[in-house]
T-cell receptor
Framework: KQEVTQIPAALSVPEGENLVLNCSFT??????LQWFRQDPGKGLTSLLL?????REQTSGRLNASLDKSSGRSTLYIAASQPGDSATYLC???????????FGTGTQLKVEL | SAVISQKPSRDICQRGTSLTIQCQVD?????MFWYRQQPGQSLTLIAT?????????ESGFVIDKFPISRPNLTFSTLTVSNMSPEDSSIYLC??????????????FGPGTRLTVL
């Protein structure tokens, strides 16, 4: 059974700092890995999708890497802003059918 | 991307009653899913909503408790039956907007926040 863990569970940083969020998964036979952000009381916003054959994806200030063999992914956020404050979730798709297994989330707060 | 709406956005219900949640997508999609997010926890997949056939449920979820309909490629409903306070959660539908040889980006609705008294 796939298990996904995210470290740290919570993080508070000053504005402008670069930061890294970590995600690990137990079954390396994944189809893809997706990073989401969730704002309080809201649904999920897709940030980046990395296919199993890829090593990284970039979108603006976000960069996600994938090391499938070691079961790890990182989300790098450059020059953090207060608007980045949210819970960040990683999720992996294994087996068939696009079903996602979610991590426990990292609650990020970027302070002025 | 796909634009997904859910109704209701939130509800407060009494124990023993049922609530049906609607999910509407602005384009035809092959795959639709229903997830649950219990307070302080991450998302757990309830079932895959199959168009024209019975939903496929994950371990721990059964059709009698969470009946699902999917009459076409843009719409699905999830019913939470005979509710108890343990059913208080956010319920989210999601879709895969593009299908290729590999899994593609999954998009989520805004969620339905259910409180059971």
């Amino acid at each position: 059974k796939q298990e996904v863990t995210q470290i740290p569970a919570a993080l508070s940083v000053p504005e402008g700092e670069n930061l890294v969020l970590n995600c690990s998964f137990t079954d390396s036979a994944i189809y893809n890995l997706q990073w989401f952000r969730q704002d309080p009381g809201k649904g999920l916003t897709s940030l980046l999708l990395i296919q199993s054959s890829q090593r990284e994806q970039t979108s603006g200030r976000l960069n996600a890497s994938l090391d499938k063999s070691s079961g790890r992914s990182t989300l790098y956020i450059a020059a953090s802003q207060p608007g980045d404050s949210a819970t960040y979730l990683c999720a992996v798709s294994t087996g068939g059918g696009n079903k996602l297994t979610f991590g426990t989330g990292t609650q990020l707060k970027v302070e002025l | 991307s796909a634009v997904i709406s859910q109704k209701p956005s939130r509800d407060i219900c009494q124990r023993g009653t049922s609530l049906t949640i609607q999910c509407q997508v602005d384009s035809q999609v092959t795959m639709m899913f229903w997830y649950r997010q219990q307070p302080g926890q991450s998302l757990t997949l309830i079932a895959t909503a199959n168009q024209g056939s019975e939903a496929t449920y994950e371990s721990g979820f059964v059709i009698d408790k969470f009946p699902i309909s999917r009459p076409n490629l843009t719409f699905s409903t999830l019913t939470v039956s005979n509710m108890s306070p343990e059913d208080s959660s956010i319920y989210l539908c999601s879709v895969v907007a593009q299908m290729g040889g590999l899994a593609d980006t999954q998009y989520f609705g805004p969620g339905t926040r259910l409180t059971v008294l």
